[in-house]
């Protein structure tokens, strides 16, 4: 494990139960009760037991600040007020764009969501944020824990491999049986009224799904009227 003294931030993501009961311990030890529940995760092996209480005391010591070589927590957590203030003032600045579609017309929405992705890796990677088994608690003989399945997978191995052939096969089946003039009609009839504004498409769709016209079918009919949506460049 890397000595925690060499992160200057605080650890902002936790990917195992044990860990972040840890977490929790050493928050309830400074009076500070966090709630919250977990998924309950079964280990096998004693050695990904004994890995995972090493994690947990290595991250209780770290917020603790109470063993030789750890930094008790930097930052805990933001404001509630200020990631309020924070998000009124984002939702009003999307809203003199004129709302959420002219924003993502513009690029505005794609541009900040890689913006924040951007900014998150790069703490991440300058250790300002910690990821357990990430960027920090990691080391060169670190086990991956297995869990307990109790119940069977619902696909096997052998269906899924099979699933494209078998699906493509009662495709070919339906549009043999079908009848393919009536959905002919009701793709053109769709396509007629997809070109006017006023008129409900949902009672044609759901012709046209009784009538087993495919998705494709349908997709590529009201893309011959619409066209195909362009992101804008970031």
């Known amino acids: 494990m890397r000595p925690a003294d060499m992160y200057d931030g605080d650890i902002v993501g936790i990917d195992a139960l044990p860990v972040r009961q840890a977490v929790e311990q050493a928050d309830r030890r400074r009076g500070r009760q966090q709630q919250g529940h977990a998924d309950l995760v079964l280990v096998e092996q004693r050695q990904e037991i004994g890995q995972v209480l090493q994690i947990e005391r290595a991250v209780v010591a770290h917020r603790e600040g109470g063993a030789i ?39 505005y929405l794609q541009r900040e969501v890689a913006r924040s992705a951007y900014e998150r890796q790069k703490r991440l990677e300058e250790g300002k944020d910690l990821l357990v088994g990430i960027n920090c608690y990691t080391g060169e ?39 393919a003039k009536k959905v002919a009609e009701l793709l053109k009839k769709l ?20 009538a087993y016209a495919t998705l494709q079918e349908i997709c590529d009919t009201l893309r011959q009227v619409f066209g195909e949506y362009r992101p804008a460049a970031l």
Not at 74 to 88: F, I, M, S, Y
Not at 147 to 164: M, S
Request: proline residues 6%.
């Open 191 to 210: 396509k007629g009224e997809a070109a006017q504004e006023e008129v409900n498409l949902f009672p044609t769709l759901i012709e046209c799904v009784k």
């Open 69 to 107: 070589g750890f930094r008790p927590s930097v930052d805990e957590g933001r404001n509630p007020d200020e990631v309020e203030k924070t998000a009124w003032a984002e939702f009003d600045k999307i809203q003199s764009m004129g709302g959420v579609v002219k924003a993502i017309e513009s690029g």
């Open 141 to 179: 003989g670190e086990l991956e824990v297995q869990t307990t399945r109790l119940v069977p997978h619902p696909y096997d191995p052998e269906r899924r491999e099979n699933a494209e052939k078998v699906q493509i096969e009662r495709l070919k089946e339906v549009k043999k049986n079908r009848d």
